[in-house]
Each structure stands twice: as C-alpha cells, then as structure tokens.
C-alpha cells in the first residue's frame, strides 16, 4: 500500500508528511502552544487615544505637545453642556450648575484650578466706578431684575458667548481638564452620578475626547468578547450546513482560533495593547480560515474517487497547495504592507493579520492533514456523498454564460468600470471620529446639541510666532492677529475664535467704564501691556497663560469648530494661507497650526496618502507574487483583473454613497486585494493543472467553475456570512466594515467565475496553456 | 555628646508638651499664635520700605520679572496702608498699586494705569486671586483674617534649625485652600513654612521662608518662595533694601500720589 501513495506523498511538504504520520503529536504540540499563546490573554491593554494612531515621536504629535506647553494647555478636557430650554438664568439651574461645578472639584483626577465653569471662571468687569473681577456667576441673584442684569452682564462678555454661555442663555458648558494619565471613565461616572442626584428641568450631555474614547473602548471589547464569538458560531452553522461533519467544521473553527490565539497572543505578550484596528482581527483571520474550505472541498472530491484517506490528504494537499500557499502569501503580503502607513494602530494590524495569516498557511499543512486523517473514513464518505450537485447545477449553467459570452461580459465589464471611475472620482478623504459613533449615541448626540448652541466641540489650536519678545503687545501685531480671527469666522463652520486680542479690547473697554468705542485694541504699547498686566493681576493668571506665552513672543488663537471633519481644518488652514498671503504677519511672525482638530487632519491625510502608497506597494508585491506563481506575465495580469474590479467597484460605491474615505475603510482595500487574489490564484491554478489533463478549453473552464469554484463560492458565502455578524455592532465603523467586506467576497468570488473564464476564452491564443509551460 | 543629649532632652520635653496640652488650651493657643504670626510677618514696625523682585517662573524655566516698591503703614485700629510702586517690566513702569487694609470690613483698592493716566478703584474680590500673577494669593502677600479660619495646633518640631508650631487651618469663609499647615517659628513667629492643600485633599502650593534676618531687630523673611505643586510653577520673592520706621508720611497714601508718587521712597 505505502508504495502506492509514495508518489503524492512525494509530491507534498514534509510538514504535511509528518503531520499525516504523527497527527496525535502535531494536534496535541498545537494545542499545547495555543495554551501557552492564551496565557498572556489576562494582560490584555486597550488603547483607544486617537493621539496614538501617530507615534509620539511624529512631528505634528511633538509639535502639539510644544504648543500645549507653552500654553499651559491640556491634552483631556470633558465637557459637560447643561440646557434649560427655559433659560439657564433661573435660581433653581445657577444654584444646580454651583453645585454640579463644586462637585466635579472634588473628583480626584480632575484638574481642580482649570475647572472652567460659570461659578469658576472670572469676569472682569465696570461697576459703579469699579473694576471688578469675580466669578461670572458669584452670587445667585434672587430678585428677577438682579438675574436679568447679570444675563445681560455675562452675555456682554465675548469671551463667554458661545464658549460658556449660549447667545440665548439657554446652555452653558462646564470644561473638566483631567490630570495626566486620569481615568476618563471613573470621572465620567463620578460626574454622572453628581448629575443623578440633581432635579430638574435641565439636560445633560458630556462630551469631548476622553468620553469618546472611553466608549470606543467598551465597544472595543464588546467587537472582540461578543460579536467575534457570534461570527465563529454563524461560521460553524453555515460549515455545518455545507459540509455536515462536525469534525471538519471544527478543523475550520480550530485553524481560525489557533490564529487568532497566536497572533493576538503574541501581541498581547510583546506588550502592545489593542486599538480600534487590531480589535476587528479575529474576524478578519476568521474570514481568511475559511480558505482552508479549499482543502475540504477538494478533499470530499478526492476522497470519492480514490478512497482511501492517506491519498485523498496527499492528493488533496498536492492539488491545492500551491495555490493555498500562494493565496495566503499573498494575503499575508496585502497585510504585511501596512507597515508603510504611518498610523501605529493600522501597522500594528497589518502585522498581526499578516502573522496570523501566516499561522493558517502553517496550519492548512499540518493542522488540517492531521484532522483529515483521523476522521473515520466510511462515515465520511457518507458524509461526502451528502454534498449535493444542486449548488454545482447553477455554477455550471454560470461557468457556460461566461465561456459562451466573454465579448459581452468583457464590456459590460468596461462600461462598469467607466462608472466606478466616476464614483471614484467623488471619494473624499475625511475621518471623522464622532461618525465612529451611530447618529443616536450619547456621544454624537451630545455633541450635535453643543454644536448647535455653543461654538463647536472640535479645538484647534493656532500659534502666532513672532520674531522677537514683547511683540504680543504691539497694536501691529495684535490687530494682525483679530484681523485673521474676523476672517475665519466668515466660515459657519467656526463657531468661536478667541485670542489675547479679546482680553485686551474687554480691559480696554472696561477701564473705559464700558463704553463700547474702546471695545478695542489700544494705539499704544503702553496701553496694551499695563492693560493686560492689571488682567493679570486681577484674574487667573492660566487664563492669560493660554493665549500667550511667557515672553510674550508668541500668541495662541483658539479655534472652535462645529465639525470634526478633517476637510474643515484643511479649508481653514487653505483660508489662512490665502489671507496671511495678502495680509502678512507684521515683523515676518510665522503661524504653526496645532490641537485635536489639526492633529485629526495630519492623521487623515496620512491615512488616505499612506493607505494609497501602502496599497500600490501591495498591489505590485502581489502582482510579483501572482506572475512568479504563474510563471507567465499575461497570466499573472489576467488573474489580477478581478481584484482590480472588485477595488474599483467597490469605492466607486463609496464614492456614490458618500461614504468618507477613512481609515477603517481604507483599511479594507488591503483585505480586498489579499481575498480577491485569493480566488483568482485558486481559480487559475486549478483551470491550468486541470487543462494539462484534459485541454479542452471550454470543458476545462466549466470543470474549474463547478469544481473549484464551488470551493470558491463556499469561501465568499462563509466569509460574508461570517462578517455579516458586524452589522449588529454598535460602532458604525464595524458596520460599515462588515458592509463593505461582504461585498467584497461575494464581488470578487463573481467577478472570478464570470470574468476569469471570459477573458480566459477573448485572451487564451496569447496565453501560455501548453502542459509543459504549467508549474508544479 | 552634649548636643546629643540636650537634643533628646528637647526633643522629649516636646513631646511631653504636645501631649500632656489639654485641648482646650491648644484652641486658644492656636489662635494666639497665628495673630502674634500675622503681626510679626505683616505688621512688623511703624512703617516699612522694601524694594522687591519678584521671579515668576514655569516649569520649563521662562521667567517673568517684577520689580517694586513697597511701603506700608500700619495705623490705628489694625488698619494699615499699602503703596505699591512697580518699575518692571518696562512697560508697566509707574504702575501703582494701593490698598487700605481694614481688621474688619473689605479692603479699598486703587490701581494707578498710567497708560492712560486712569486711577482705578478695584473692588476687592473673593481671595483666590493671584497677586500680579504669581502663586501669591493676595491674602498671601497681605494677611488674612484671622477668625475666617479655624485653628488648631498639630504639633511641634524642628524645622531646619528652628524649633517650630505646626498649625492647621480650615476655612469658614472662602479661600484658594482647603486646609493649610503652618510651620510657624517659636521665637520669631514668622511662619517658616506652609503647605496648602485643596478641595481634593492634595497638597498642591507650598510657601517657604528662605530667609530670615533681622533687621532693625525686626527678623524679616527677605526671602519667600510659593511652588505650586501641581503646575511646577513658582514665584520666588526677594526683599532688598528692608527699612522700618522710616517715617513715611500719611500723605503717601492717597489717591493724589498715585498720580504724583513720592520719588524719595522710590529710588
């Protein structure tokens, strides 16, 4: 007997050999290095700081660390809105904000001195004769007009409007700074709880940075403790329904969570900790398992015509290998090229899908083999013979279409591609982290209400450089400086801009008893600089801290913008660029963009510029790949087409629908290339090992399409199936990832079996098709 | 050997002091020693000139400086007068700064602007207000109300070479801490040191009296550093050319020597 399966088993790596030998010792050495992976689990991290997508050695991260230090900035800020529609200037709402604000001070982790509420933060103002510098709201007034007169106090003040207060006294905002390294979630429940214990009519919504990250957090683990299991159990119902052998649904299941258990086990001990990327990788290497199908199902096709199950494994494993092997590097290739983006958290996912790729390729050698012979061979066979033609009946009448009409399909092809083009063209790159969040979460819904009545929850921030000191307190310099503020206030999309300049025009007019010509800059130094020191002397020295530095040598303009949107800080920096070149900076100052919102647009801009790169790279590496496995140019450009489709068609859609190019979907075009390759490289393989044997080019091609195509069919369907899991995730980035990625497998799956064998049939006099051309 | 033990023979006659005080007599005690503290760090001498810089400085090393003259009054009845004449910055030369200062009710404020040749009246304002910007609260600089505060003694200790009360002081009425500890010196009364902790329990301002001398038999800190623990910032404060008893007339303090300062005290 051995002799007669001598030749295959010659013909196979001696991994799989060995495991065929000894699948006791290889399942159970698997197992035991699964366990050993499982245990570094417990030390899980997550990190959900968009700060982080960029290391912190990155310019534009350095750059606004410098700028939050020389403004004595902070990097976490909460925000708590509080509306009464009735008007917040009632006892029952102050003596509530008071009380709300007092008790946030006592929350440990919070920056007690840089609490800016209405009971915290000093106005300055003219009084009988005074001046006079207290709290906005130090006493409650408790007669009507005393309450009216200090709305109209308060709403007099431009440094409150729409910062702290709304224009129709309506809202008002507390701004929580955390400590370094505080726990944004504990404070946030403190808060809450603070609010609990308050009635009344007044609404509640806490925003900002930290909160979002926090829920991104909790969504994160919800992705990977919930929706990742409930995707390996669909995947387990929908195996079983196509191959109803409890054994090998479990060899998929075991390939995919050996992967998944070494690769983020890996992660996890190296000491890095989970972001929003590397939390979707278990159903990514679920979804690319499922190329083990290919073994099985040419394994039940094996298994029938030779019975015996040590040849049908080395059959098995001798037919698909190459491509199996050749796909999986390719994949693993597609993710491998992330490394070149600059954003942490996609390289960082890059290599651990890429790794675990890897780790099935490994397995689909031994892991695999070793299942498929310990399985009992009669039940099996029983259990093959189950698998029906009925699926085979209409991927013949498909393979015919597409041998019988290549011309019709290959322009049908083009003209969908000239339209994809057009929503192409369309895409726009935009990450907007709040659109991270469904339209009716906490998080988008309180940011929505602030935006509507306060001046944005998006801070930029931008730095004045001025060439030598004291010259923030030269009229030039200022009027400079209000000039460019009126100008980007043109753009609806600033809500409120504030520098030094406004704290200088309100001394100015309130040393002038109020009267609203000197709500102005001065003409004279002098004036300027003893304004701003009797500000200094009598209000909170950070106030002035954070609108100028210590020499007075550079400024800091506070931008609140009322959209997260990338593209809105690139148009204002286009805008500032445009009006500095008419207007320049007086004494040749220079202007350096910094905060959240100029960070969010570096990182996007890395994102689309780097996903493009990284993807060509991709794109060529596999191209290599595809032309070397194929040992043919025009075979390895043929092959490459339905991915190149699916790419196009696919963000045509994006483009179509709206849909911002960000970075979860960006992210998706490097999945796309490693699975639609996939299929290309298993379909050509196959026609061409097969087209040896029997050259026949139209039998060969319907063979292909029937046989494995039918592996190929039940590949794209067990991913989709897998991912559609994810449309029930909170976060819409894991929806839209989920959409996108089962339309790309089913896509790509068609676009193999209907437009392989078309342009096989339109190329095939070209194509190199004699057998001794064909690799082994 | 001696000094060793005249050490522990101290050192235990504190601690028997400390612990064998009735509590009662501690309160009274306390609130004792923080008035004789006051009086000899705000209200030392008839009158007093000193000339003043002021260093404020960030963690990260930039410093801003002041420079001014100070001359103080005390009258009857607790009152006492402040006239305070900035040279420094350049830009803000001539800026003067007056306060009358009263036991009881409010202080009366003028700031002198002369920019614009304005005098000011500047309503005083609650006390967490930073004096010019520095980590002196004005209270800091100038007292404040011995009775807006409870006091009790925690214990005593030596401090350096100085044999110290340790106070503690909670607020009654508003203040920029929430609790504060006082070193306060046995024999000068000057408080050596203070930590000030806020609502959250942290410490997060500490006062140090770098240096004491005397002057005229009077022993004065000539310098003072506030550190604020939690942003690294810190104002060091340096007194030069200390006088008491220089004989400063009343006519000083008054509003038309804002406009016409007294160039005799200033130079």
Same mark, same amino acid.
């Given at each position: 007997?051995?002799?007669?399966? =001598? ?47 960029? +290391? ?44 709300? *604000? ?18 915290? *933060? ?15 709201? !130090? ?11 200090? /709305? ?29 390294? !505080? ?98 990788? $278990? ?19 094996? #298994? ?46 890059? #290599? ?72 192409? =063209? ?14 009716? =979460? ?98 909170? +020295? ?11 040598? /550079? ?14 800080? !690139?148009?204002?920096?286009?805008? *500032? ?15 350096? $963009? ?136 909170? #976060? ?35 194509? +190199?098709? =004699?057998?001794?051309?064909? $690799?082994? | ?70 001359? &103080? ?70 007292? &404040? ?27 009654? &009425? ?38 004491? &001398? ?54």
């Amino acid at each position: 007997m051995k002799s007669l399966h =001598s030749e295959s088993a010659q013909a196979v790596p001696w991994l799989t050999r060995s495991s065929v030998e000894r699948p006791g010792w290889v399942i159970a050495g698997i197992l035991a290095i699964t366990l050993l992976f499982l245990t570094q689990f417990p030390q899980v991290e997550t990190d959900t700081d968009p700060k982080n997508m960029l +290391p912190a050695t990155s310019t534009v991260r350095v750059s606004n660390d410098e700028v939050e230090r020389w403004f004595a900035l902070h990097k976490d800020v909460m925000v708590l809105g509080i509306v009464n529609d009735e008007g917040i200037f009632t006892q029952g709402t102050l003596e509530r904000i008071a009380r709300i *604000t007092h008790a946030i001070l006592k929350i440990p982790g919070v920056v007690v001195r840089d609490v800016t509420s209405l009971t915290t *933060t000093d106005n300055v103002l003219a009084e009988d004769g005074q001046l006079v510098v207290r709290p906005a709201v !130090a006493e409650i007034p408790r007669i009507p007009v005393a309450m009216v007169a200090l /709305k109209q106090t308060l709403l007099s003040n431009p440094l409150f409007v729409d910062r702290l207060l709304s224009k129709d006294g309506t809202t008002t905002a507390i701004y929580v700074p955390l400590e370094g390294g !505080a726990n944004a979630t504990v404070i946030a429940d403190r808060i809450k709880e603070v609010l609990a214990r308050e009635v009344g009519s007044e609404r509640y919504y806490l925003a900002g940075d930290p909160v979002a990250r926090d829920t991104f957090g909790i969504q994160m683990f919800y992705q990977m403790a919930i929706l990742s299991p409930i995707a390996g159990l669909v995947m387990f119902v929908v195996l079983w329904w196509m191959f109803r052998s409890l054994t090998l649904v479990l060899a998929v299941i075991g390939v995919a969570m050996v992967s998944i258990i070494w690769s983020t086990g890996l992660l996890i001990g190296l000491g890095y900790p989970i972001h929003i990327m590397s939390s979707m990788s $278990p159903v990514f290497l679920m979804a690319i398992a499922t190329d083990s199908i290919h073994i099985f199902n040419e394994f039940g096709f094996r #298994l029938r015509e030779v019975r015996d199950k040590r040849e049908a494994v080395f059959e098995t494993i001798a037919a698909v290998g190459g491509p199996v092997l050749y796909s999986d590097l390719a994949t693993a290739v597609g993710f491998v090229a992330l490394v070149t983006v600059a954003i942490v958290p996609v390289k960082i996912f890059g #290599l651990l899908v890429g790794f675990g790729t890897l780790i099935i390729l490994l397995m689909s050698f031994t892991l695999v083999p070793a299942v498929l012979i310990q399985l009992n061979k009669d039940r099996l066979l029983q259990e093959v013979r189950s698998i029906d033609a009925a699926s085979s009946s209409w991927l013949s009448s498909l393979g015919e279409f597409s041998v019988r009409n290549p011309k019709s399909i290959g322009i049908v092809g083009c003209a969908l591609l000239v339209i994809a083009g057009l929503g192409l =063209s369309r895409i726009e790159a935009n990450n907007n982290m709040v659109h991270w969040f469904k339209p009716d =979460s906490d998080i988008r819904t309180a940011d929505r209400v602030m935006n509507a009545r306060l001046g944005g929850t998006a801070t930029a921030y931008l730095v004045i450089q001025g060439s030598t000191e004291d010259v923030m307190k030269t009229p030039a310099m200022l009027r400079d400086i209000e000039g460019l503020q009126r100008e980007l206030e043109e753009d609806p999309r600033v809500g409120k801009t504030f520098s030094v300049v406004d704290y200088v025009e309100l001394i100015n007019r309130v040393l002038h008893r109020d009267a609203p010509a000197y709500d102005r800059i001065p003409d004279s130094v002098t004036e300027i600089a003893q304004g701003l020191f009797l500000f200094g002397m009598a209000a909170k +020295p950070s106030d002035l801290d954070n609108v100028v530095d210590y020499p007075f040598q /550079k400024a800091n303009i506070f931008l609140q913008l009322k959209s997260w949107d990338a593209g809105v800080m !690139a148009d204002l920096l286009r805008r *500032t660029e445009v009006y500095l070149q008419a207007h320049p900076l007086t004494g040749g100052a220079t202007l350096r $963009p910094a905060g959240i919102a100029y960070f969010n647009m570096v990182w996007s801009d890395e994102v689309l510029w780097g996903m493009v790169r990284s993807f060509l790279a991709g794109l060529a590496l596999v191209l290599i790949l595809v032309i070397i496995q194929l040992r043919s140019l025009l075979w390895g450009i043929l092959a490459f087409l339905p991915l190149f489709f699916t790419i196009a068609f696919i963000y045509g859609v994006v483009g179509f629908v709206g849909k911002d190019f960000d970075m979860p979907v960006a992210v998706l075009s490097t999945l796309s290339l490693g699975m639609a390759i996939d299929f290309a490289i298993h379909f050509v393989g196959r026609f061409r090992r097969h087209y040896a044997t029997e050259p026949d080019l139209e039998k060969a091609l319907l063979w292909t399409v029937i046989r494995p195509g039918k592996g190929i069919m039940r590949n794209a369907v067990l991913f989709a199936v897998a991912f559609s899991v994810m449309v029930f995730a909170s #976060l819409t980035t894991y929806i839209t990832v989920g959409i996108l990625i089962i339309g790309i497998m089913l896509l790509s799956a068609v676009l193999t079996l209907v437009g392989l064998p078309a342009l096989i049939v339109l190329f095939h006099k070209r194509l +190199p098709l =004699s057998s001794e051309e064909i $690799p082994r | 050997m001696k000094t060793w033990i005249a050490f522990c023979a101290t050192l235990s006659l504190i601690v028997l002091a400390t612990v064998v005080q009735p509590s009662t007599a501690v309160a009274v005690d306390a609130m004792e020693i923080v008035q004789k503290s006051q009086a000899a760090f705000f209200e030392a001498g008839q009158d007093l000139r000193a000339r003043i810089k002021m260093v404020l400085m960030t963690r990260e090393g930039q410093q801003r400086l002041r420079e001014l003259t100070m001359l &103080r009054k005390n009258f009857s009845a607790g009152e006492q007068k402040y006239f305070l004449y900035f040279h420094s910055p350049a830009d803000v030369s001539g800026t003067i700064f007056m306060v009358y200062k009263y036991p009881v009710k409010d202080d009366d404020r003028w700031l002198f602007i002369p920019a614009l040749n304005l005098v000011q009246r500047v309503a005083a304002r609650d006390s967490r207000t930073s004096f010019v910007g520095s980590d002196f609260s004005y209270e800091d600089v100038s007292g &404040r109300d011995v009775e807006a505060d409870t006091h009790r003694v925690l214990r005593t200790e030596a401090l350096g070479n100085r044999q110290a009360v340790v106070i503690e002081s909670v607020p009654m &009425r508003e203040a920029d801490y929430a609790r504060k500890l006082t070193w306060i010196d046995q024999t000068t009364f000057l408080p050596l040191k203070e930590e000030h902790y806020d609502l959250q329990g942290e410490l997060y301002k500490i006062f140090t009296a770098d240096e004491i &001398r005397d002057v005229q038999g009077f022993p004065t800190a000539t310098k003072r550093t506030m550190m604020n623990m939690k942003t690294g910032h810190k104002t060091e404060v340096v007194l030069e050319s200390v006088a008491y008893n220089v004989g400063l007339g009343d006519e000083i303090f008054t509003e038309r020597a804002l406009r016409r300062p007294p160039e005799k005290w200033l130079k």
